[in-house]
Nanobody
Framework: QGQLVESGGGLVQAGGSLRLSCSGS????????MGWFRQAPGKAREFVAA????????YYAGSVKGRYTVTKDGVKKTEYLQMNMLKPEDTAVYYC?????????????????WGQGTQVTVSS
């Protein structure tokens, strides 16, 4: 199914912004849903955001809604996660993933392939 490559993580102060990118093969992006998850030290991986491949609206975890925006560029074969008004509790390794499903995208078991993760650190 191809590889996913993430980029854009880093260190930012609280209130700042970062944009993560996730690139993959063309086949992957045209017929798959895309999702973002994150995992903080000592915590389970949690859902952040997803866009179903059927063309429905993106949806978000409550903790990031209104601050994060996920978009998909089919031409560039890249998905973006724009993160604004970052908080220290947003610190985590962020992962993008693809799924052949268009439902239950808030569940990690729905996904077939994962990126390697990119670290986001928000200082207070």
């Amino acid at each position: 199914q191809g590889q996913l490559v993430e980029s854009g993580g880093g260190l930012v102060q609280a209130g700042g912004s970062l944009r993560l990118s996730c690139s993959g093969s063309g086949r992957m992006f045209s017929t798959t849903s895309m999702g973002w998850f994150r995992q903080a030290p000592g915590k389970a991986r949690e859902f952040v955001a997803a866009i179903p491949w059927t063309g429905g609206s993106a949806y978000y975890a409550g903790s990031v809604k209104g601050r994060y925006t996920v978009t998909k560029d089919g031409v560039k074969k890249t998905e973006y996660l724009q993160m604004n008004m970052l908080k220290p509790e947003d610190t985590a390794v962020y992962y993008c993933a693809v799924s052949s499903r268009s439902y239950n995208l808030d569940q990690s078991r729905a996904y077939n392939s994962w990126g390697q993760g990119t670290q986001v650190t928000v200082s207070s």
